[in-house]
């Protein structure tokens, strides 16, 4: 399917598990991102990617971890997961200078 | 210090009537300003931009309006119809950046 896909779209773990959630995208965008949206905040960044092999922090990268080995795949990391992390996570992309494209998003809840 | 702020969490209209969402900005830089949809259990949508060389973009029933002096950029719909109530996300750019920053969001609730 064209687009941008998310998985798993819903995913429970428990503290100290390490979880990683996939983004993949079939328009060859050069530009990926991780947000978080929690109640009252909004969308939050977590790391970008301006293309292969170069990523960067963005406002809350604490307890993540980011690759970005081929264009079209971003997964995000949990390391060792902590209850604070129980959000839904969005994963987005752009050609340039325009408008994202988000993903269906993947609710992940951390016990 | 938030740089995009919405500072009204929801916003409550009748169809039919319009629907006014509003945004504020701090960063004399931000020059792009967006405005994303996005309902329950899905990913946000583009809706509408405006680059700060325009005061004012529409598309249908959705018209930007961008006040540069105040900082301040408006979303109306026109008319308002059920199937428009969501959240509603403000973002801006600065100087090329491909990197927005969003407000916290607006919950719309449209009422037939």
């Known amino acids: 399917d064209a687009g941008i896909t998310q998985s798993p779209r819903y995913k429970i773990t428990e503290t100290g598990r390490q979880v990683t959630l996939m983004c993949h995208q079939t328009w060859s965008h050069s530009y990926m991102f991780w947000y978080r949206q929690d109640l009252g905040h909004g969308l939050r960044l977590i790391y970008y990617?301006?293309?292969?092999?170069?990523?960067d922090k963005g406002e809350v990268p604490d307890g993540y971890v980011v690759s970005r080995s081929k264009t079209e795949n971003f997964p995000l990391t949990l390391e060792s997961a902590t209850r604070s992390q129980t959000s839904v996570y969005f994963c987005?992309?752009?050609?340039?200078?325009?408008?994202?494209?988000f993903g269906p998003g993947t609710r992940l809840t951390v016990t | 210090d938030q740089q995009v702020k919405q500072n009204s969490p929801s916003l409550s209209v009748q169809e039919g009537r319009i629907s006014i969402l509003n945004c504020d900005y701090t960063n004399s830089m931000f020059d792009y300003f967006l405005w994303y949809k996005k309902y329950p259990a899905e990913g946000p949508t583009f809706l509408i931009s405006?680059?700060?060389?325009?005061d004012k973009n529409e598309d249908g029933r959705f018209t930007v309006f961008l006040n540069k002096s105040a900082k301040h950029l408006s979303l109306h719909i026109v008319p308002s119809q059920p199937g428009d109530s969501a959240v509603y996300f403000c973002?801006?750019?600065?100087?090329?950046?491909?990197?927005?920053?969003f407000g916290r969001g607006t919950s719309l609730i449209v009422h037939p």
């Open positions: 973002a801006s750019k600065s100087g090329g950046s491909y990197i927005p920053t």
């Open positions: 987005a992309s752009t050609d340039a200078w325009g408008e994202q494209y």
């Open positions: 405006i680059s700060s060389i325009k």
């Open positions: 990617s301006a293309a292969a092999d170069i990523t």
